[in-house]
Antibody
Framework: EVHLVESGGGLVQPGGSLRLSCAASEFTFSNYAMSWVRQAPGKGLEWVSAISGSGATTYYADSVRGRFAISRDNSKNTLFLQMNSLRVEDTAVYSC???????????WGQGTLVTVSS | EVVLTQSPATLSVSPGERAILSCRASQSVSTSLAWYQHKPGQAPRLLIYGSSTRATGIPARFSGSGSGTEFTLTISSLQSEDSAVYYCQQYHNWPPLTFGGGTEVEIK
């Protein structure tokens, strides 16, 4: 069974930085694109970023472009999200998801909470 | 950006009855639409992709239909474990990938 475990969340002040990690197992990590999706308190799902299996191509939502950077280490089966210049509105649970058939998300992690507050 | 509008926001259905959820796209997404089930404290679960194809292990009581801008998720005979928020997601025109605002299904 595919397993995705996020880490790195926490409390950070506005303008600060955090780096999230997602450890993947039980599938050939380098063969699949991956996404980060977030859910703000009381809100719905919002796609944040995606990266191709090789790591050569990245995609971002307008709300995070220029502030967040997605990357991956296929030798360690790990996905990353570097978050800089954090804003209060970035407060959310951040989940990593495996991109399966036709750019859908067939497996998700439980998420890690990021709180941006002074 | 393709905007997805889900209705109703909340649906209250008795066990054994049918639940019909709607997702409307601001422009055509062909059949590039997926549905997810999300329960509190759990990871979202892919139910349907390609508008009507059930994902692996999804019970037959879940069915999807539609194309273009109008889509429907039907739960034919609601079970207590189906209480959740359901989201649609389009992947026809991206980035960005976009989700609808969700429909909460409550069991009467």
């Amino acid at each position: 069974e595919v397993h995705l475990v996020e880490s790195g969340g926490g409390l950070v002040q506005p303008g600060g930085s955090l780096r999230l990690s997602c450890a993947a197992s039980e599938f050939t990590f380098s063969n699949y694109a991956m996404s980060w999706v977030r859910q703000a308190p009381g809100k719905g799902l919002e796609w944040v970023s995606a990266i191709s299996g090789s790591g050569a191509t990245t995609y971002y939502a307008d709300s995070v472009r220029g502030r967040f950077a997605i990357s991956r280490d296929n030798s360690k089966n790990t996905l990353f999200l570097q978050m800089n210049s954090l804003r209060v509105e970035d407060t959310a649970v951040y989940s990593c998801a495996k991109v399966g058939t036709l750019v859908t998300h067939d497996y998700w992690g439980q998420g890690t909470l990021v709180t941006v507050s002074s | 950006e393709v905007v997805l509008t889900q209705s109703p926001a909340t649906l209250s259905v008795s066990p054994g009855e049918r639940a019909i959820l709607s997702c409307r796209a601001s422009q055509s997404v062909s059949t590039s639409l997926a549905w997810y089930q999300h329960k509190p404290g759990q990871a979202p679960r892919l139910l349907i992709y390609g508008s009507s194809t059930r994902a692996t292990g999804i019970p037959a009581r879940f069915s999807g239909s539609g194309s273009g801008t109008e889509f429907t998720l039907t739960i034919s005979s609601l079970q207590s474990e189906d209480s959740a928020v359901y989201y649609c997601q389009q992947y026809h025109n991206w980035p960005p990938l976009t989700f609808g605002g969700g429909t909460e299904v409550e069991i009467k």
